[in-house]
């Protein structure tokens, strides 16, 4: 069987979703969290996803015509993410924003005056600081910022294999002979609106050279935010065997067919193109005969000072 019949395939996705959707259920989101969120600039969300080649799917004599030779084309607003950890963005706080979220201080000193007493050797200037109530809003609202430039420093890079949520979906593919895995990535992404997507570049596997140079895996993936967040994955697949047709009847001493080369213009490919709405929090599986990939897309977490800075400016409102 060259390609696995779709109520298998449905198994397959069936098992890997309830996997990871299994602690979902039990997770609850506060109204404060929510609340909390909306006082961000930027709508941000940790995105994770992984590609697999489903080993036992042939490349070649299908009924289904899953290798292309057409020229592949990719967004032109694709881009790479940063590599350098050691970057800082600059800080987005405009000056009079600044000024509303900082205490203010005021220094006096003594002024010279010719008609006072001379200021005893030693004596001390006074540097007054006068005392302020303390304002949960303001103290909330600078809360906001410091997290904020800290989501900014950290986002759009890919993140470290210990940070991933999906490493037991992804070993299971390995382990159950499903397929291979050929990228993993997690990163952290101010999602940009529907009208303005922002695709990241996607290169893995390994580098083929017969008989073109080009990587198994090539590509984009993109995700933008309307009333639901939107995956997009537009993903080419290359193998030594694509563009390749069987000779008939005739084997190699092996037992495997016998191929026979074919002119093409470029490398043979086939193609995962595909959209998919989502929710915050789930997992989807995006199908393909040959290739597989999993996603799953959740808001940041808020760190706990901010949750508790939130609750005591709502009680200084009452």
């Known amino acids: 069987m060259t390609i696995p019949p779709l109520p298998m395939r449905a198994v397959l996705a069936g098992a890997l979703l309830s996997l990871a959707l ?13 609340a909390v969120a909306s006082y961000l600039k930027g709508r941000y969300f940790e995105i994770e996803f992984f590609v697999f080649e489903r080993t036992q799917v042939q490349d070649f004599s299908t009924d289904e015509t899953l290798a292309l030779d057409r020229p592949r084309t990719l967004s032109n607003r694709i881009r790479t993410q940063r590599l350098d950890a050691d970057a800082l963005w600059t800080d987005p706080i405009d000056d009079a924003t600044k000024l509303c979220l900082t205490y203010p201080t005021v220094t006096y000193e003594w002024a010279e005056d010719a008609s006072a007493e001379p200021v005893p050797a030693g ?4 540097d007054i ?5 303390p304002d949960p809003g303001l103290d909330f609202l600078a809360r906001v910022a410091e997290f904020e430039r800290s989501l900014e420093a950290r986002a759009e890079r890919w993140q470290p294999a210990e940070n991933f949520v999906l490493g037991r979906e992804a070993s299971r593919v390995t382990r159950t002979g499903i397929g291979r895995v050929l990228f993993h990535g997690r990163w952290l992404q101010n999602v940009p609106e529907r009208d303005a997507p922002d695709p ?8 083929l050279t017969v008989p073109w140079q080009v990587r198994e895996l090539v590509g984009s993936v993109g995700v933008t935010l309307g009333r639901y967040l939107h995956f997009q994955a537009q993903l080419f697949l290359h193998g030594p065997g694509f563009g390749l047709l069987p000779t008939g009847a005739a084997m190699n001493p092996d037992g495997s067919p016998a191929l026979q080369e074919r002119p093409l213009p470029g490398p043979a490919y086939m193609v995962l193109s595909e959209s998919r709405r989502m929710r915050s929090g789930e997992l989807h599986y995006l199908d393909h005969p040959k290739l597989g990939v999993l996603v799953r897309i959740d808001p940041v977490t808020l760190p706990a000072d901010l949750l508790e800075a939130y609750e005591a400016f709502q ?3 009452d």
């Open 129 to 133: 600081h006068p005392y302020l109530e």
């Open 123 to 126: 004596r001390p200037v006074p």
């Open 200 to 207: 990241i570049f996607i290169r893995a596997g390994e580098q």
């Open 315 to 317: 009680e200084s409102l």
């Open 22 to 34: 299994a602690p979902l259920s039990a997770r609850g989101e506060s109204a404060d969290t929510d």
